[in-house]
């Protein structure tokens, strides 16, 4: 079946750090591949999307690769901010068959950035 | 323009009660998904509508059903509620039923006594 699996957090930096946080994926077919950030008490908010492979979605400074060779779509900012503090969650989506529009996430990743 | 509308917010219930969840998409959007989001976990997939028909549906028990009116908002149900169920359930809405993106929501919050 289809799957994510996330980076386990949660993750811990100083503003202006680098983050990368680590996604990879199984699917049969070729995905979509998102981003999304929850904040404390809110719905999920799309950061950004890749639908092929070599595309770079990004969005607010986070920039994403889609890797077919490596199944992977890891998240990176060169410098977060205490308003980074989230959580993200990756995800898929395919086109067609069953599982048409479904999206299928990760376990999320906690992120707490200090100043 | 209005997000993705979702009420009540916040909802307290018995075991064995049932429940309705509401959900009005953004204007123009025709497809709604049903999310339930354990704490601690990712979403997982419930159902899709598209056109007031079901295009999709996640591995729930049939205590759950959905449906979709002719204005595109949506009404998902539970029934024979189970301490499990206790969870955040989120709705989105996109443009179409294929891999456009997908905008949520800030869910209800359903606790289970």
């Known amino acids: ?115 | 323009d209005a997000g993705v509308t979702q009420s009540p917010t916040h909802l307290i219930k018995t075991r064995g009660q049932h429940v309705t969840l509401r959900c009005s998409p953004i204007s123009g959007h025709k497809s709604v998904s049903w999310y339930q989001q354990v704490l601690g976990q990712g979403p997982q997939f419930i159902f899709q509508y598209y056109e007031k028909e079901e295009r999709g549906r996640g591995n729930f028990p049939d205590r759950f059903s959905a449906r979709q009116f002719p204005n595109y908002s949506s009404e998902l149900n539970v029934n024979a509620l189970l301490l499990g169920d206790s969870a955040l359930y989120l709705c989105a809405s996109s443009w179409g039923q294929g891999n456009q993106p997908q905008h949520f929501g800030d869910g209800t919050r359903l606790s289970i006594l």
């Not at chain 1, 908010?45 to 595309?55: P, R």
């Not at chain 1, 998240?75 to 308003?83: A, M």
């Open chain 1, 1 to 115: 079946g289809n799957s994510v699996t996330q980076m386990e957090g949660p993750v811990t930096l100083s503003e202006e750090a680098f983050l990368t946080i680590n996604c990879t994926y199984t699917a049969t077919g070729y995905p979509s591949l998102f981003w999304y950030v929850q904040y404390p008490g809110e719905g999920l908010q799309l950061l950004l999307k890749a639908t092929k492979a070599d595309d770079k979605g990004s969005n607010k400074g986070f920039e994403a690769t889609y890797r077919k060779e490596t199944t992977s779509f890891h998240l990176e900012k060169g410098s977060v901010q205490v308003s980074d503090s989230a959580v993200y969650f990756c995800a898929l989506s395919l086109a067609g068959g069953t599982s048409y529009g479904k999206l299928t996430f990760g376990q999320g990743t906690i992120l707490t950035v200090h100043p």
